[in-house]
């Protein structure tokens, strides 16, 4: 292997780069106003109310200790949907918000360097009670689904896009996590991306703990088709892009 590229791509792990940013020249510095928390979206798009935590009903208490240990990837599904109640459980274990944090930011459930959450969900919906098949993207401050388009063979095309990972398109929904890097470049400039895919384990290993309580199973996939994934989304692939997905489905 060429030791110059393998050092340079190592270099994306360590934190070294901190010492080479001018902090004070960031955007956030500059007094540039915060992205907002979420992707903006159009108030006239169809959208669907989800659950909130104090009106579940069926989603069991499961013990900590039991789900971690029993935590696994599920690369076969059930041909069962998960209710909405399960998916908005999911969503809120991923990526849902806690308490407001002051001016374009939020806590959430899960961790996230400097609180600037730059991922966003998308849902290749396949087999959800109540839902249209199609793709959709949560929105975390209104704990509800935007439905973004309906898509022909949707399930086979996300498997395509996953390089042909047929389970991918298999299961009841496949969460698809973009970033918005200027979320977080907007404090962190060249210091942002490591914290990023930092960010978005933290978000799969949520998934694959909360799965356990609603008897659904996950698989983390890396390995994907960047162009084919961020064209199946719509997206631009410069300012939002795929960075990873988990497709989730009820399991024995
Ligand atoms: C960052 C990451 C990327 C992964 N990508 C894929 C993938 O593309 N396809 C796949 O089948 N599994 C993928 N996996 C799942 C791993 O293969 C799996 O976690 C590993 O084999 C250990 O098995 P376990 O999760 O059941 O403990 C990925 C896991 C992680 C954490």
Redesign the pocket.
């Known amino acids: 292997m060429n030791q110059e590229r393998l050092a340079q791509f190592r270099a994306f792990l360590k934190d070294t780069i901190r010492l080479a940013v001018d902090f004070s020249q960031t955007d956030q510095h500059q007094g540039v106003p915060p992205p907002p928390l979420e992707k903006p979206f159009d108030p006239r798009a169809p959208r669907v109310r989800l659950p909130a935590p104090g009106e579940w009903s069926a989603i069991a208490a499961t013990d900590l200790r039991a789900a971690i240990a029993g ?3 599920h ?1 076969k599904f059930r041909r069962a949907p998960l209710s909405l109640e399960e998916l908005a459980f999911l969503l809120w274990a991923t990526q849902g918000i806690r308490r407001p944090a002051g001016p374009g930011s939020a806590y959430r459930t899960v961790p996230s360097a400097g609180c600037r959450h730059a991922l966003e969900t998308y849902l290749a919906v396949l087999n959800v009670a109540g839902l249209e098949q199609g793709v959709y993207r949560y929105l975390p401050v209104e704990h509800e689904l935007l439905f973004e388009f309906a898509e022909e063979d949707l399930g086979n095309q996300v498997a395509a896009a ?1 390089l042909g ?1 047929t389970f991918c398109g298999w299961g009841a929904a496949t969460f698809i996590w973009t970033a918005i890097p200027y979320r977080m470049e907007w404090r962190y400039g060249l210091a942002a991306h490591k914290v990023i895919a930092l960010d978005a ?1 933290h978000v ?1 290993q949520n998934l694959y703990l909360a799965c356990a309580a609603v008897g659904a199973g996950t ?6 088709h960047q162009e084919a994934m961020d064209r199946l989304l719509r997206l631009d692939g410069e300012e939002e892009f795929v960075v ?1 997905l988990a497709p989730v489905g009820k399991v024995d």
């Open positions: 935590r696994q990837s690369r996953a990972q384990g799969c698989c983390a996939i890396a390995a994907y990873y």
